[in-house]
Every structure is written in structure tokens, then in C-alpha cells.
């Protein structure tokens, strides 16, 4: 009889331990733990953390399974604190502390860096804090690099970030609006049958389109791209000032990562709805790319060329200082601070709680609990 209660207890206990790990998020729940803005004066960063119900019984049928093998045993107490390890993290991001991040990263797979980057951005943008964001991936991308030629040029989650931003809904649009007009110069003017000197004076032709749309559209280029590449600059010139040539590498950056890449294939960055372009005008696209290149770094082509570069790159220049202008990029981003303070407000006003849900909190949280749950417990 008491061998009989003695397992009796034994499997309520291990029924009661199985389902503490297979509820980590109701744990949390249960012991209202919330994430908190620093400088938010207390205001709640996120709600009652609600999942898709179907997402969590497929996950908890899966981890029951895993647990009910003794072998699985001594992961236990692992798994029962990856809740509370994934909530640690987020708390140390809302601080701006991203050393947890770091070591997490490795851990994942390209599928998962990919979602982890998004929620990254989306969550920095959501709370106004992407300069923050900004900082530290250029730093650990420039920490990692031996040389500034070489940033951004190997697969990474910083890369990933950085992607987001320069092929965001935001830049596409504003990529759209300033190599529209070179593309249907192009698409006008160029033949099949075109000499060298045709082909030539045609790609020049239409970069002096882009160039004068480069500078009269500089008011849609988004705030968070200007930033961006004003960092860059800024931490280029104080990590290898001694190397950096005659050229700005955020000039080179901007040409080379974000506009070069759309001109030449537009159709994967969403520039343009056609499904083919002709042959003769894609090789086009590709010339008129090589040249901005080389109007970008000043680059030593034959005589008559030279002069053409020669006589762009100030225009070139000039645009670009004022892009990043960080006077400039303050003023614009006190501005739309305080527009979004208002509309914020407003929204307060009309909500019954006073209250705003934080729907970037809780999918960051949620997404790092998966992964640190995964890693605990070993799930597929």
C-alpha cells in the first residue's frame, strides 16, 4: 500500500513538474511579471502575454512527449527557467543592454536570425530607439571587420538589421521615386543595336537624371537611413581614420549597399511590377550602376570618362553631406518626436484603460522565449 501511494505521488509530482515546464509563459503570467521602459516613468511595456492556443498545445504536446522520457530528466530544471531567462533578456534589451543578444545569436540558425532581426528593428522603431539599435550593430559589425572596406560584407544579423532598413517599406519608396526617372531614360533611349559611344553618352545621360532627382527628392529620404549612414560615417572616421581615402565611406555605402543593388535588380527590391525586362536594357541598368560607383569613390577611368566623374562628384558629394548633416537629422527627428508624443497622447485619451498595448514587446518576448525554450529542451 505505501509503495503504491509512493508512486502515486511520484507521478503527480512528475505531472505537476511537466506541466510547469510545458507552461513557462503562464508561470510568468501568473506572477504578473511585465517588461518595463526605463524611461517610460513605469508605463507598462507589455500586457498579458496571450499566444495562438493552437501554437501552444502543439508546443506543450510536443515538450510532454520529450519530458515523459527519463532519459530527458535532467534538462528539467532548465527547461522550467527558460521563461524567466527569455523575460532577462528582454529586460536587459529594454535597458540597452545587448550583451545577452550577442551571445543568443549564435545560438539560432539563418531562418531564426532572420525573425530575430525584424523583431529587433521592429521593437527599437516602435519605442523611438533604432539610433540605439544603430550603434550597437555598428559597432559589433566594425568590431569584427579588419578593415572598413570589408563591413557588411559576410551574412550576419547585423547585415540583416541593416538590410531592413535600407529595403524597408520607407527606403523602397524612397528608392522608387529617385531611379524611376533614370530607369525610364533608359528604357526610352536605349537600343539593341547601340554602339559603345551610344551606350556611353546614354548611361550618362541618365545619371545626370538621377543626380538632379537625387538632390530635389532629399526630403523623402527616411529619417532612420540618414541616421544610419551618419553613424557609419561618424564611427568609420574614429575606428580607421588612418585608412579611409579621399571618399566618404558612407557615400560608397549607400551606392554600393542600398541604391546600385535596386538599379540593377529591381525587381527583386519590389522598384518595379515587371516580371521580365528585356536583355539590352537589364545591361543598361548595369552600366548606368558601374558609373554611379565610380562618380561615388572617384574612380580612375579613361580621359574623357575622368572628367565626367570629375564633374559630378561634387554635386555627389555636396548631396550627401547634407544627408547626414546631424544638425539636420536632429531637428527632424525632434520634430517627429513630438508628433508622435501627440498622436500618442491622443490615443491614451481614447483608450477606456489609459493604457497602450505594447504588441512589439510582447512578440520580441515571445520570440526569444521560443528560442531559448528550444535550446533548453532540445526541440526540433
Request: with cysteine; proline share 3%; charged share 25%.
Amino acid at each position: 500500500m505505501t509503495e503504491e501511494m509512493d508512486a502515486n505521488a511520484s507521478t503527480v509530482d512528475d505531472s505537476k513538474l511537466v506541466r510547469s515546464v510545458c507552461s513557462a509563459t503562464e508561470l510568468l503570467r501568473k506572477s504578473e511579471l511585465s517588461l518595463y521602459d526605463k524611461n517610460s516613468k513605469g508605463k507598462r511595456m507589455s500586457g498579458s502575454l496571450i499566444r495562438d492556443s493552437s501554437q501552444s498545445s502543439r508546443k506543450g504536446s510536443m515538450v510532454n512527449m520529450k519530458l515523459k522520457n527519463p532519459h530527458n530528466r535532467a534538462s528539467l530544471s532548465q527547461a522550467a527557467k527558460a521563461g524567466s531567462e527569455a523575460l532577462s533578456i528582454c529586460k536587459n534589451i529594454l535597458n540597452g543592454i545587448m550583451d545577452p543578444v550577442s551571445d543568443l545569436v549564435p545560438k539560432m540558425n539563418q531562418e531564426e536570425q532572420e525573425d530575430f532581426a525584424q523583431h529587433l528593428l521592429s521593437f527599437f522603431s516602435l519605442h523611438d530607439k533604432t539610433r540605439q539599435l544603430f550603434e550597437w550593430v555598428l559597432s559589433c559589425e566594425i568590431a569584427s571587420s579588419r578593415h572598413y572596406n570589408l563591413l557588411f560584407r559576410e551574412d550576419s544579423i547585423y547585415k540583416m538589421i541593416i538590410n531592413r532598413v535600407l529595403f524597408g517599406e520607407m527606403g523602397t519608396a524612397y528608392l522608387t521615386k529617385i531611379l524611376k526617372p533614370l530607369m525610364k531614360s533608359l528604357k526610352q533611349s536605349s537600343k539593341t543595336r547601340d554602339d559603345e559611344a551610344a551606350k556611353t553618352r546614354k548611361t550618362q545621360a541618365a545619371v545626370d537624371v538621377f543626380l538632379r532627382n537625387f538632390v530635389s527628392e532629399s526630403s523623402f529620404c527616411p529619417l532612420e537611413i540618414r541616421e544610419l549612414v551618419s553613424l557609419l560615417q561618424s564611427k568609420v572616421d574614429e575606428t580607421h581614420g588612418s585608412q579611409v581615402t579621399d571618399t566618404p565611406f558612407g557615400l560608397n555605402f549607400i551606392f554600393f549597399n542600398w541604391i546600385c543593388p535596386a538599379l540593377v535588380n529591381p525587381q527583386k527590391y519590389n522598384i518595379t511590377t515587371k516580371k521580365t525586362i528585356p536583355s539590352h536594357l537589364a545591361i543598361a541598368y548595369i552600366r548606368a550602376s558601374k558609373l554611379l560607383k565610380d562618380i561615388s569613390t572617384k574612380a580612375p577611368r579613361d580621359e574623357a570618362m575622368n572628367v565626367y566623374i570629375a564633374s559630378n562628384y561634387p554635386t555627389m558629394y555636396s548631396h550627401f553631406t547634407s544627408l547626414i548633416d546631424r544638425t539636420i537629422i536632429d531637428r527632424k527627428r525632434t520634430e517627429g518626436t513630438n508628433r508622435t508624443t501627440l498622436s500618442k497622447k491622443r490615443e491614451m485619451e481614447k483608450s477606456a484603460s489609459g493604457m497602450m498595448q505594447d504588441e512589439g514587446s510582447m512578440e520580441l518576448f515571445h520570440f526569444v522565449e521560443s528560442v531559448v525554450v528550444q535550446q533548453k529542451i532540445g526541440l526540433p
